[in-house]
């Protein structure tokens, strides 16, 4: 059997596990497994537990569960009401300043956190309630919230980040770099299209006449100011040299943990087992994911998959534009139904030595990357955010809550596109912080 159709039939099977809704880290292990005894005979089956093994000795994975407990502190406490209420005192007589507050706020929160579902659930659990008292329409609520929710992953520190540096050998530090300006150009996009959606409905926040006095708005700061403050403590160990990104994560968590004790008395035992308990479920799983996806990998390039497909599209000839619109549309299908830490594990080795024959920056690329996973984020049938903001508004039919969603997806299509005409946008931070050379 040749190299095509041993991968047509490793694509089929793959896609049949994965749709059926298994666990990805136990569907590609058990896939990896099969294929390697069917094709290579069950002597080859010694490598397995090595492989697996291998995937998880890297000291770079210590960060990961690091920066998942710093989101499960300032997740479990009020820190996204707070962010929230600050944000809507200063933004509060913008047209739709309440939506723009969320999106800030979802930001800012980003920042904090790492991770998509947590600062959906956070800021969501305050905004989609509050934005519907006060009268605004159920899609811009919700598509708001689902949209701004998936700047936890590309605002660093980003643990999809994390991931792609570790599947391609590439510096944390630089991509966390690079996912700034892109990040900020997001979210300005998002408040564009909000502002001029709500100016044409001709809704406001609060009534003409209401104000809220200074004392009133620098009120709202000291609490959410150290949260601030750790963000900036991060970043500066982070790309300072001071400090490696698993060091930083453990100072990061550390911080937002004695943070959360201080500021919001957090003492309890429920509240600290809270924590934990998701910390440990979610860096389990990804951790696991990793290792399966490095055992899939394995099994591809020992069956020759890998390179057949890379030698198969450098063979095509085609423009690298049109090369990267048809690796933009693979992704982007591949995050409808694949969680973004599994596309980004099982695509980045294939897809990696490609884009680097292509002439294209894998810095860059794994923004482009990210945005893609982010719009996967948004959109069914794995549109973790959708469920998120429909557990919140039960009453709101998903359909309605997608809806809300599409201009969104259209402002981050519009960001890949603003960023392969200006990729400087993305490279450019890590280039003059860091050196052009990686």
């Not at 579902?117 to 919230?145: F, N």
């Not at 690329?365 to 469920?387: A, K, Q, R, S």
Request: some cysteine; charged content about 10%.
């Amino acid at each position: 059997m040749s190299p095509g159709e041993q991968g047509a039939i490793v694509l089929v099977v793959t896609l049949l596990i994965l749709l059926s809704g298994a666990p990805v880290a136990f569907g590609l292990g058990a896939l990896s497994i099969a294929f390697i005894a069917i094709f290579q005979g069950f002597d080859a089956l010694h490598v397995v537990a090595e492989t697996f093994f291998a995937g998880l000795n890297d000291f770079t994975l210590v960060s990961i569960p690091m920066f998942v407990m710093m989101g499960a502190a300032i997740g479990s406490s009020p820190a996204g009401k707070d962010l929230y209420e600050a944000l809507d005192r200063w933004l509060y007589r913008l047209p739709g300043g309440l939506a723009i507050s969320n999106l800030g706020a979802c930001a800012i929160f980003a920042a904090l956190t790492g991770s998509s579902p947590a600062c959906c659930a956070a800021i969501g659990k305050m905004g989609i309630p509050e934005m519907r008292r006060r009268g605004y329409p159920d899609d811009v609520a919700t598509g708001s919230i689902c949209a701004g929710g998936t700047l936890g992953i590309l605002i660093p520190p980003s643990i999809t980040f994390i991931l792609y540096g570790i599947a391609t050998e590439t510096s944390i530090g630089r991509l966390f770099l690079a996912g700034v300006l892109p990040g900020l150009m997001l979210t300005g996009l998002f408040i564009l299209w909000t502002l001029f959606i709500i100016w044409k409905k001709g809704f406001r926040s609060h009534a003409i006449d209401f104000r809220y006095s200074w004392k009133e708005k620098f009120q709202s700061i000291p609490k959410i100011a150290p949260f601030l403050v750790i963000i900036a403590g991060v970043m500066y160990v982070l790309y300072g040299g001071v400090a490696t990104p698993s060091e930083a994560a453990g100072v990061g968590a550390a911080m937002c943990v004695l943070m959360a004790l201080v500021i919001y008395r957090m003492w309890r035992p429920k509240a600290w087992w809270a924590i934990l308990r998701d910390t440990t479920r979610e860096s389990v799983m990804i951790l696991t994911i990793i290792a399966a996806a490095v055992l899939f990998g394995y099994m591809l390039t020992s069956l020759y998959l890998t390179q057949t497909l890379a030698q198969a599209i450098a063979d095509m000839h085609v423009n690298r534009w049109v090369l990267m619109a048809m690796i933009n549309v693979f992704l982007l299908v591949c995050g409808f139904f694949i969680p973004p830490a599994a596309v980004i594990l099982m695509t980045s080795p294939i897809l990696y030595p490609i884009i680097k024959s292509a002439g294209f920056d894998p810095i860059w690329f794994g923004v482009i990357l990210t945005i893609n996973m982010e719009i996967g984020l948004i959109h069914p049938p794995v549109g973790l955010n959708l469920y998120i903001v429909s557990s919140i508004a039960p009453d709101v039919p998903v359909t309605r809550i997608m809806w809300g969603t599409i201009p969104y997806v259209l402002c981050m299509m519009l960001a890949i596109v603003i960023l392969c005409i200006f990729p400087e946008i993305a490279t450019w931070l890590p280039n003059h912080m860091m050196g052009g050379v990686h």
